[in-house]
Structures are given as C-alpha cells and as structure tokens.
C-alpha cells in the first residue's frame, strides 16, 4: 500500500480533508495525533517505514508531518484495529530510550466524522502557534446542512455566558419545580447531528429531552428549563464544555452533569474532576451506558428530593 507523505500547508490540508469527510458522510476513518516531543529522532522515510506493518489494513494512508511538533497519521478501514497497532509500534520503536509514558499517553485517537469540530479547533490553535492565519470557512457541520450550529443565535465566546438576576430567579423557581416532574428532564448538548440525535433517541422514551448544538443554546437552555441531568459535548463549536460545565455548577452545585467526548485524554478527564462534574462518557457510546447514567442518577438524586 503507498503511504502519502505530507510535509507542507499541513493544517490547512487536515482542515480541508476533514470537510470533505463531513461533506460526504465518510466513514471508517480514523486519525492519531502523536505528539512528536516524547519520540525519538527519525527521518520522515524511517517513520514512514516503521508504521508501514501497523497500516497494513487500512485501504488507504497518509501522514501529515506538522512543525508544530505533531504528527498526524490519517487511514481508511478497521479505524480501531489500526490505531491499536499504530500504538503498539509507537510504543516498542519510536517512543525515547529513557520515556516511562505508555505510547497511549502520546497519542490520540479521533474519527474524522465524529469528532470534526474537536479537531478543527485543534488545527486551528496549532495554526495560531504557527502564526499563520486559518481558513475563514464554516464549521464541518455547517458545511454538511448549509446552516451553522448556532441555534438562531450568535456563538458566545467563553467569557460570554452571561446570566441576568431575572434568570437566576427563574433558574430557581423551575429548579423548585422538579420534584413533582411526571419524566426527567434531560438536555443534550452536542454538536455533532448524528449523535446529538442518537442520544436524544435513546432516551426519549422515558425522559423529556431537548437538544442543543452550541454551547451558547445549552447554557440558554439550561437557563430555561432546569435540566435533571446534562450531557455535554467537550468539543463544542463556540463554548467548551468544560467552560460551560464550570458555569452550570457555579450557578448549581447540584446540578447533575455529564461530559461527552471522542477520547479519553488524561487533560480532559482532569478537567472534568475539577469542575465536579458527575460523569464522564467517551465516544463512541450506546444506548446502555446512557441508561446507565440515567438509572445512577435516579438511584443518587430522585430518592433525595
């Protein structure tokens, strides 16, 4: 199989091979971010080479070689099998003679599909780095449906969700409410259409559910209805959400929240904890462990009321 190389415009490449994945609703690709700093030194053709076994599988590759120190390896075909051999050769022939990290913590994985907004903004703060100026084009999904995931609203930055007292005594005087709640109320909060629908599948059937594709629309949400329980996407296009996890605790400490994202960073996890939140799910993720948040919290909240 030939491997292409890519060693120029690297992130302006990713970012145009991730829209195209959106745009025709691809499947089976997988991605690995390897951090180059926790690697020995190699030449591009000695990498090429010692990966060349682990993509042996795959129908198609390349690998992106990025001056911000990362490496991207980009495959078609058994996306996790590949990525469990990619780990395994990082681990036993590329890491540092003296590194004591699992080549797990050098890498990571993402579907190209799945996870398109995470990595655009990861592209685009390496571009940043870089000092080159990214392509001033809209989101993967926004690509996909012609709109863009705002919910009729301008995307707020980070210091941007804002909360009036009037609100704050809404917040409260709904929140008072939901003991008497005939079915939970859960909100979604999740980029991405197919997920965002998948979970709102699953638990339409014994809960009352509604759906947000920003951080902005779930914070204004949130808001409104005095969610029993939030499912939150960490790769939101506007607010992280880890940011707007940290506002719905200042604002609830008991508010019951769980965290959704394409992979099981260690950052990610420990920034989670730090917000107190109380659940943690990687993509991707089925109807049972959904139920399995639910039933925890019924089991923890509702008997507490």
Not at 84 to 106: H, I, N, W, Y
Not at 190 to 215: Q, W
Request: proline residues 5%.
């Amino acid at each position: 199989m030939l491997i292409n190389v890519v060693e120029h415009n690297v992130e302006a490449d990713l970012l145009a091979f991730i829209g195209n994945v959106n745009a025709e609703q691809t499947l089976s690709w997988g991605l690995a971010r390897i951090k180059r700093e926790h690697l020995r030194s190699f030449s591009v053709d000695e990498f090429i080479l010692t990966v060349k076994p682990a993509l042996q599988d795959a129908s198609k590759a390349r690998v992106f070689f990025s001056d911000a120190d990362v490496i991207y390896v980009v495959w078609h075909g058994l996306p996790r099998q590949v990525y469990k051999d990619l780990v395994d050769t990082v681990g036993k022939s590329l890491l540092k003679p003296a590194s004591t990290l699992a080549p797990e913590q050098t890498m990571t994985y993402y579907d190209p599909l799945v996870s398109a907004n995470e990595l655009t903004i990861l592209l685009k703060n390496d571009m940043a780095k870089l000092g080159m100026s990214p392509p001033q084009h809209s989101s993967p999904d926004a690509d996909r449906h012609g709109t863009s995931a705002t919910d009729g609203a301008a995307a707020p930055n980070s210091g941007q969700l804002e909360i009036t007292s009037t609100q704050v005594e809404h917040y409260k005087e709904t929140r008072a409410g939901k003991s008497s709640r005939s079915r939970l109320r859960v909100l979604v909060v999740e980029d991405h259409p197919f997920l965002r629908k998948l979970l709102h599948d699953a638990l339409l059937n014994d809960c009352a559910v509604e759906t947000k594709g920003t951080g902005g629309g779930g914070w204004a949400s949130f808001l409104e209805t005095a969610p029993d329980i939030s499912f939150l996407d960490i790769g939101l296009p506007d607010v992280d959400g880890h940011t707007l996890a940290r506002r719905i605790k200042e604002l609830d400490p008991e508010a019951y929240v769980v965290m959704l994202t394409a992979n099981n960073q260690r950052e990610d996890v420990e920034h989670a904890k730090r917000n107190h939140v109380d659940g943690y799910i990687a993509k991707p993720f089925n109807r049972k462990i959904i139920n399995e948040r639910i039933e925890h919290y019924r089991a923890t909240h509702i008997r507490n009321r």
